[in-house]
């Protein structure tokens, strides 16, 4: 089992209105990335903004001002699970058979503190990834020194990078299309 975190604290400056409640095929995005969390243990959403409609709890970051990583520290934070999903709100196309194959990637490795699938650019992507709590610590100095590449942290640490080819064989090749404008979304 695994903790599952949704980011929603960007400004959405793009995208013309909040992310996460934009309606796409008649749901939020953010319901999108929900479902996908569905064998999580437990869900909930890191943002500085509520979220009432969602039902879940929803945690302003612990240490703002560092963006993402501000978010995925909030979640190493909150989780009550060793392993951590984290992904963002615009992100429709993740699905449970992603979480569930990245955790057992986690699992066949024991070293690795990060688990992530990469882009067809060959990175990792950090908002669609698995983080082990005991990063927190980490995670918190770099905020406190503004080093806040997350994709450092899968240089710095064990970490599993799953090759896109295998990916998008897997779960298609929309599964990290993330919505920067109404436009990046397929049409029904």
């Known amino acids: ?8 604290g960007g ?7 909040d992310k ?10 953010m319901a999108w990335v929900l479902e996908s969390f569905a064998g999580a243990a437990e869900r909930f959403i890191v943002s500085n903004r509520p979220y009432p409609e969602f039902g879940l709890p929803v945690h302003a970051d612990v240490k703002p ?13 909150h989780a009550r699970r060793e392993w951590v999903a984290v992904a963002a ?21 024991p070293s690795a503190r990060l688990v992530a699938g990469a882009s067809a650019s060959g990175f990792p992507e950090p908002l669609a990834a698995l983080y082990h709590r005991s990063l927190l610590e980490d995670l918190g100095h ?4 503004g080093r806040l ?3 450092s942290l899968f240089e710095e640490h064990p970490a599993r990078v799953l090759p896109w080819e295998g990916l998008e064989a897997r779960f298609g090749p929309r ?6 404008q109404t436009e990046d979304l397929p049409k029904p």
Do not use: I, K
């Open 1 to 8: 089992m695994f903790s599952a975190a949704v980011l929603a």
């Open 11 to 17: 400004q959405s400056r793009r995208f013309g209105e």
């Open 20 to 29: 996460a409640r934009f309606v796409y095929q008649g749901r939020p995005l």
């Open 65 to 77: 001002g560092g963006d993402a990583m501000s978010g995925v520290h909030t979640a190493l934070y």
């Open 89 to 109: 709100c615009d992100l429709p196309f993740l699905g449970r058979g992603y979480w569930g194959w990245l955790l057992e990637q986690a699992h066949a490795d």
């Open 142 to 145: 770099r905020l406190d020194t």
């Open 149 to 151: 590449r997350l994709r």
């Open 175 to 180: 599964l990290f299309l993330n919505a920067n």
